[in-house]
């Protein structure tokens, strides 16, 4: 179905022609309007406006009021203060907004598809191989995650990467222990768990780095067999990628874990683009972009310096010869824009990162692979916090296992479902809480600007209040409870009732949706939808203590206030999975 226009769009729409109709001279003027607590919106675009028209701008703002066509959608528009206008809807208004919206037959709430979508390639959760995955690695994935159903539900064609750390020197130490000692991984992928396989890698990886710093000719012979892999010797490459399979075993066991879709076709790590690397260089030496320096193809920046003042390059290649991650990270460049036809680039990294990314992407834009109409755009995170403020660390010190992290988030979820708990079955407190759990930490994540550090608090995190995801869900589980406990009687839209201020400051906030979608996506702000989210909570909390649902006066109020249940769950649940969160019908 087409979009639903907005309520705001509808008034912004009205007060643009009052205004155009006021003073036509000054063309199309913008109102500047905003939800407000002293009426539905106010409207503040008068003063620039009549500053601009030397007016008095209480003045103006009463001839405008005298050109604002109310009736259907604007019940009253009153002028405020030196010059704002304070605009009520009628309640018709709100209650056929969201009639329409919940008639969308896609079940999208009304949310439009972009008017001109593109291609973005998206290159988020990014492990490495033979390391277990840490509490460093989970804002990637769940950031990333949640940017990627933005996007799609907005019609945006999404190309999902995940740039691996499959490459460098410490494999050929790697491979030929394994070469050395084939027992050690003799067993078939499908016979361990994700967790088992990383622990064989470990010890693994213990085993040939302990014979590696004591033996010099086993130094000798791993440090030939990088060569022999760079080189694409046959048996090498092989082994090698027995090892990155046995890791992707233990990458799947935990995005599994984070209720994450996480294609093996996706994964391209560092080792995808090494075809590429020598051309790249070849490239932006004969374009003049790089040059040698030092034996090393360098990129310089005018305003990157070291303490001592002198230039810091971008390192392309190494005088040995060797290639860096920005070899890599442009080679892949490369590939996203000619082979994939991106129009966005989007990097869901580590704000420590930036430096590098910067310089990456300004090489990338002298090569002119990057122009107007092809962007790259680095989504820095910030850091992962303790209760202590300081980055979250174990108690010996140690970085905290993505894995323990996550099963302590649901085993806490757990306890306060088993406590909530009516009719559950023990499976269905175990789903439920995985599902509590796994949300908890990524609303967590996502409720905080990406930019911004978080402090990880797993006591808050699973607490039935606050802003947390466990409130959402328990604010979605109890609208499904009063819609089985209306049985027969069906959720129907009465636009001709009178709605009290809960329900117009619900059903106002409700018709925002698409408008938050929107926004979330353009900006790739999965937080102001998160914010968004916990507002509709809260709204339908002081609806639900002020206005009686199945015990309303009236039929028709009873299925009217069960259909502002109706359209509210609905909202819940769809801007709970654009989040990567689940909502479960009971908790």
């Known amino acids: ?21 006021t003073l036509p001279e000054t063309g199309a003027a913008d109102p500047l309007l905003r939800r407000s607590d002293r009426a539905d919106f106010q409207a503040n675009g008068i003063l620039a406006l009549a500053k601009r028209a030397k007016a008095n701008p209480r003045e103006l703002a009463a001839q405008v009021v005298g050109h604002v066509v109310t009736g ?15 605009v009520t809807v ?17 079940g999208r709430l009304g949310v439009p598809y972009a008017e001109q979508p593109g291609t973005t390639v998206i290159d988020y959760a990014q492990p490495n191989v033979a390391k277990e995955m840490h509490v460093g690695h989970l804002r990637s994935a769940v950031i990333g995650d949640s940017v990627v159903q933005l996007l799609e539900f907005t019609g945006e064609n999404v190309v999902r990467r995940h740039h691996i750390g499959d490459w460098g020197t410490q494999f050929g130490m790697l491979i030929q222990y394994l070469d050395e000692h084939p027992h050690e991984l003799d067993h078939k992928a499908s016979e361990v768990s994700g967790e088992e396989a990383m622990s064989n890698l470990d010890r693994l990886y213990k085993a040939a780095r302990r014979l590696f710093d004591s033996d010099e000719e086993f130094k000798t012979r791993a440090r030939r067999r990088v060569v022999d892999l760079q080189a694409g010797d046959a048996h090498t490459v092989a082994m090698w990628q027995k090892f990155v399979d046995e ?15 996480v294609r093996d076709a996706d994964i391209v790590g560092e080792s995808g ?19 040698r320096s030092e034996g090393a193809l360098c990129v310089f920046f005018d305003d990157v310096k070291g303490p001592d003042g002198n230039k810091v390059p971008l390192i392309v290649q190494k005088s040995d010869g060797g290639y860096g991650y920005a070899a890599t990270d442009l080679s892949a ?24 990314f910067k310089m990456v992407f300004e090489t990338a834009r002298r090569a002119g692979w990057l122009n107007d109409d092809v962007t790259a755009y680095q989504l820095a995170f910030g850091t ?19 894995v323990d992290l996550l099963d302590e988030a649901i085993e806490r979820a757990s306890a306060v479902v088993r406590e909530k708990a009516q009719d559950l079955t023990e499976e269905e407190i175990a789903e439920r809480g995985a599902q509590v759990g796994i949300g908890a930490v990524k609303y967590a994540d996502l409720s905080t600007s990406a930019n911004r550090d978080y402090k990880f608090d797993l006591d808050q995190m699973v607490s039935l209040n606050g802003d947390t995801s466990v409130y959402l869900q328990y604010a979605y589980a109890r609208i499904q409870s009063i819609l089985r406990k209306a049985q027969e009687v069906r959720p129907a839209a009465h636009p001709e009732l009178e709605l009290t201020q809960a329900e117009r400051a619900l059903g106002l906030h409700a018709d925002a949706f698409a408008e938050t979608v929107r926004e979330s996506a353009e900006e790739y702000a999965p937080h102001k939808l998160a914010a968004y989210l916990y507002q509709l909570a809260s709204l339908y909390t002081s609806f639900y203590d002020k206005c009686p649902v199945l015990k309303a006066e009236t039929p028709e109020q009873v299925e009217n ?16 999975a654009l989040l990567g969160i689940r909502t479960p019908e009971r908790l």
């Open 1 to 21: 179905m087409a979009s639903v226009t907005s309520l705001t769009a509808s008034v912004h729409q009205r007060l643009a022609s009052a205004l155009s109709a």
């Open 72 to 86: 259907d959608v604007i019940k009253d528009v009153e002028v405020s203060g030196p010059g704002f206008l304070n």
């Open 90 to 106: 009628t309640d018709r208004a709100i209650t056929e907004n969201l009639a329409a919206r919940a008639a969308d037959p896609d």
């Open 247 to 261: 890791s992707k075993i233990y990458f799947f066991s935990v995005f599994e874990k984070l209720d994450m879709d």
């Open 273 to 291: 683009y090494n075809d590429m690397l020598a051309e790249t260089c070849r490239l932006l030496e004969e374009s003049g972009v790089a040059v």
């Open 333 to 356: 460049i490369r590939d996203r824009v000619f082979n994939l036809k991106a129009n966005n680039l989007l990097y869901v990294v580590d704000a420590r990162q930036s430096l590098h």
């Open 384 to 402: 992962v916090l303790g209760k202590d403020g300081k980055p979250f660390k174990t108690r010996e010190g140690e970085t905290v296992r993505l």
């Open 561 to 576: 206030r069960l259909f502002l249940c109706d359209v509210t769950a609905r909202t819940l649940h769809q801007g709970m």
